[in-house]
C-alpha cells in the first residue's frame, strides 16, 4: 500500500466518502445511543482511533508517512487522543470534552495544513481547510464547555462529528464533479 495510487484522485474522493460515511454512522449512532454511557464512552474512543487509522491508510496510499508529516503527526496526535480518552471516561465527561476539545484544534490545524498542501495537486481542497479551520475554533468551544456547570455528554461532541462528515462529503462530491467536467471536457 506504500507508494502514490495509480489514480490518486479517485483515491481522495473514495476516501472522502468513507470519512463522511463513517462520521454520519458515528453521529446517528451517538444520537441514538447517548443515553447508554457504557456505549457512548466506547464511541467515544473509537472515533480518534478512526481519524488514526484513516490518516494513516491515507498517508500510506500517497507517498508515505515521510512524505505527508501533517498526517503523520495527526496519526500520532490521534492514537495518543484515543489512550486519553479511554482514561478520561473513566474519569468524567468533562475531561472528556476537554480531551476532544485540544485533539479538535491539533487535528484542525493539521488537516488545514493538509488541506493546502493538497491544493496544489488535486485542487477542490477548499472544504477541507475550512473544516480544519472550524474544527480548531470548535475545539476551543469544546474546551470552554468542560469548565461549565452542566455535565457534557456525547451529544456535545456530535456536532463537530456531523459538521466534519459534512465536510468530508462535500470534498467528495466537489471532486467528483469536478473529475466529471474534466472527463467530458475531453470527450
Same mark, same amino acid.
Given at each position: 500500500?506504500?507508494?502514490?495510487?495509480?489514480?490518486?484522485?479517485?483515491?481522495?474522493?473514495?476516501?472522502?466518502?468513507?470519512?463522511?460515511?463513517?462520521?454520519?454512522?458515528?453521529?446517528?449512532?451517538?444520537? @441514538?445511543?447517548?443515553?447508554?454511557?457504557?456505549?457512548?464512552?466506547?464511541?467515544?474512543?473509537?472515533?480518534?482511533?478512526?481519524?488514526?487509522?484513516?490518516?494513516?491508510?491515507?498517508?500510506?496510499?500517497?507517498?508515505?508517512?515521510?512524505?505527508?508529516?501533517? #498526517?503523520?503527526?495527526?496519526?500520532?496526535?490521534?492514537?495518543?487522543?484515543?489512550?486519553?480518552?479511554?482514561?478520561?471516561?473513566?474519569?468524567?465527561?468533562?475531561?472528556?470534552?476537554?480531551?476532544?476539545?485540544?485533539? @479538535?484544534?491539533?487535528?484542525?490545524?493539521? #488537516?488545514?495544513?493538509?488541506?493546502?498542501?493538497?491544493?496544489?495537486?488535486?485542487?477542490?481542497?477548499?472544504?477541507?481547510?475550512?473544516?480544519?479551520? #472550524?474544527?480548531?475554533?470548535?475545539?476551543?468551544?469544546?474546551?470552554?464547555?468542560?469548565?461549565?456547570?452542566?455535565?457534557?455528554?456525547?451529544?456535545?461532541?456530535?456536532?463537530?462529528?456531523?459538521?466534519? @462528515?459534512?465536510?468530508?462529503?462535500?470534498?467528495?462530491?466537489?471532486?467528483?464533479?469536478?473529475?466529471?467536467?474534466?472527463?467530458?471536457?475531453?470527450?
Amino acid at each position: 500500500m506504500q507508494g502514490q495510487s495509480s489514480n490518486p484522485s479517485q483515491w481522495l474522493r473514495s476516501y472522502y466518502f468513507a470519512r463522511a460515511i463513517f462520521s454520519i454512522a458515528w453521529v446517528a449512532a451517538a444520537v @441514538a445511543l447517548a443515553g447508554q454511557s457504557a456505549i457512548a464512552s466506547v464511541l467515544l474512543v473509537i472515533y480518534p482511533a478512526w481519524d488514526a487509522a484513516a490518516n494513516l491508510v491515507d498517508a500510506r496510499v500517497n507517498g508515505g508517512l515521510k512524505a505527508n508529516p501533517s #498526517q503523520t503527526l495527526n496519526v500520532v496526535a490521534s492514537t495518543i487522543v484515543t489512550v486519553i480518552v479511554i482514561l478520561a471516561v473513566m474519569k468524567d465527561t468533562y475531561a472528556v470534552l476537554a480531551v476532544f476539545g485540544v485533539w @479538535a484544534i491539533l487535528s484542525g490545524i493539521l #488537516q488545514l495544513y493538509t488541506g493546502v498542501r493538497r491544493w496544489r495537486s488535486y485542487g477542490a481542497q477548499w472544504a477541507m481547510i475550512l473544516s480544519g479551520a #472550524q474544527s480548531a475554533l470548535a475545539g476551543g468551544f469544546m474546551i470552554k464547555q468542560s469548565f461549565g456547570i452542566v455535565p457534557p455528554t456525547i451529544l456535545d461532541v456530535a456536532p463537530y462529528a456531523g459538521f466534519g @462528515a459534512f465536510y468530508f462529503l462535500l470534498s467528495a462530491v466537489w471532486l467528483t464533479v469536478a473529475a466529471n467536467r474534466k472527463t467530458s471536457a475531453r470527450a
